[in-house]
């Protein structure tokens, strides 16, 4: 039950039971100040937007690291996650309190990573920062994300058009690579994969009578090792099989057999790349 008792003369307290019964005070130098305090407290328990100012001393670092292990990431995405956080946003956040957070202390932030990052990468950082911050909000632990002010301003992104290799140049590429992985660039160029998509092509996803490519994983780095995975997004795709592609992979295969579960490129070792 809410209540205000006068300590003292200019001093009033008020007092207030949290949603969970744990009991709360203030005090204040007037009692208008005080009743003013628990309508307001009793209105945002009542539409169920209470939130403790004790769930807020907990520090940015603490939180964030509960947050990580609670994400069902792939490991590729965790460790990644795991890098910003530790590399950019808990140098200068970790030691807050997130009810200290402001926007401004967003802002700031930042400023300083603009310095020091690309735009781009920037911003994604500020989504990884405003996923943490949004997630403290739905656990009651803050009032709102500071990131979703509009005083937080992320960098402008600069588009620049896209020039293609010209065909001289992916043949000075594709003639630059050893015999062993030749064909690399030839699926790439031809079939317009992403790295880890032509290390990840098996001979399974070789449809070499109906001249097509099944894009179903693709080799990424986890912790620093090879590892397959789904494509990017998890998104497979087929692909058209040019004859160009058709020829070079026909003929890796005939001078490199494909390793164990089908992986056409792979090391003297027959590892992921």
């Not at 937007?49 to 520090?59: K, L």
């Not at 930042?110 to 994604?124: E, F, H, I, N, S």
């Not at 911050?133 to 009032?143: F, K, N, Q, R």
């Amino acid at each position: 039950m809410a209540s205000i008792s006068k300590i003292r003369e200019g001093c009033y307290e008020a007092r207030y039971r949290t949603p969970e019964g744990q009991s709360r005070r203030k005090r204040f130098a007037r009692k208008t100040d005080a009743e003013k305090h628990l309508v307001e407290k009793e209105h945002s328990k009542n539409i169920g937007a209470y939130v403790d100012t004790r769930a807020g001393r907990v520090t940015f670092a603490a939180f964030a690291e509960e947050w990580l292990k609670a994400q069902t990431f792939d490991e590729s995405t965790r460790e990644a996650v795991a890098s910003r956080l530790r590399v950019h946003i808990l140098p200068a956040l970790g030691k807050i309190e997130l009810r200290a957070i402001r926007p401004s202390t967003v802002q700031a932030w930042l400023r300083g990573r603009q310095d020091k990052c690309a735009p781009r990468y920037v911003r994604v950082m500020l989504a990884n920062l405003s996923a943490i911050l949004g997630a403290a909000v739905e656990d009651g632990m803050i009032v709102r994300n500071p990131c979703a002010s509009k005083a937080v301003r992320a960098p402008k992104i600069e588009h620049h058009k896209i020039a293609p290799w010209s065909s001289e140049q992916v043949a000075a590429v594709i003639a630059g690579h050893p015999e062993r992985f030749r064909a690399m660039p030839v699926v790439a160029a031809g079939a317009g994969l992403r790295q880890g998509e032509v290390f990840g092509l098996r001979v399974q996803d070789v449809d070499f009578l109906g001249r097509t490519l099944h894009i179903r994983q693709q080799v990424k780095l986890i912790n620093g090792k090879p590892a397959l995975a789904p494509p990017k997004g998890r998104k497979t795709r087929t692909v058209p099989l040019a004859e160009a592609v058709a020829v070079a992979l026909s003929e890796r295969l005939r001078a490199f057999p494909a390793a164990e579960g089908g992986l056409i490129f792979t090391s003297r070792e027959y590892k992921p790349m």
